[in-house]
């Protein structure tokens, strides 16, 4: 394999790993316990 293509291939695993860690941090998070985690500790729903 040519190192042009090493580095293209390099570069784009890069990219697509820091792309992916973008996108978990700025995806909406939903806060608080939903029930289906198996916690002891259940919500407060008023």
């Not at 890069?14 to 998070?29: E, L």
């Not at 316990?33 to 259940?42: E, F, I, M, S, T």
């Amino acid at each position: 394999m040519s190192s042009e293509l090493q580095f293209w291939l390099a570069l784009g695993i890069v990219v697509f790993t820091v792309g992916t860690f973008v996108f978990q941090a700025f995806r909406s998070r939903k806060t608080g316990c939903g029930g289906a985690c198996g916690c002891p500790q259940k919500p407060n729903r008023k």
